[in-house]
């Protein structure tokens, strides 16, 4: 880059600020930069249970009476 009276040379005195950035950009997973998912989605993610296979269902008991074992 050429120096001028209008555009002196660069001292880098900004560039630690953008090697901090860059160090903070990196350690994101890439994952997470791909695919991002916002904290409040994670958070409200409900929670797995177990349930009867498909088919097992008794419909000649009520739905109080079955269990998840035969």
């Known amino acids: 880059m050429v120096s001028t009276p209008d555009n002196p040379q660069h001292d880098g005195s900004d560039l ?10 990196k350690a ?13 989605v994670e958070e409200n993610e ?3 249970h177990a349930t ?4 097992s269902e008794k419909w000649d008991r009520p739905a109080s009476e ?5």
């Open 28 to 40: 994101i997973p890439e994952e997470d930069l791909l695919n991002p998912l916002p904290p409040f």
């Open 46 to 48: 409900p929670t797995p």
């Open 52 to 55: 009867d296979a498909l088919g």
């Open 16 to 25: 630690a600020a953008l090697r901090e950035e860059i160090d903070a950009l």
């Open 66 to 70: 079955e269990t998840l074992e035969n």
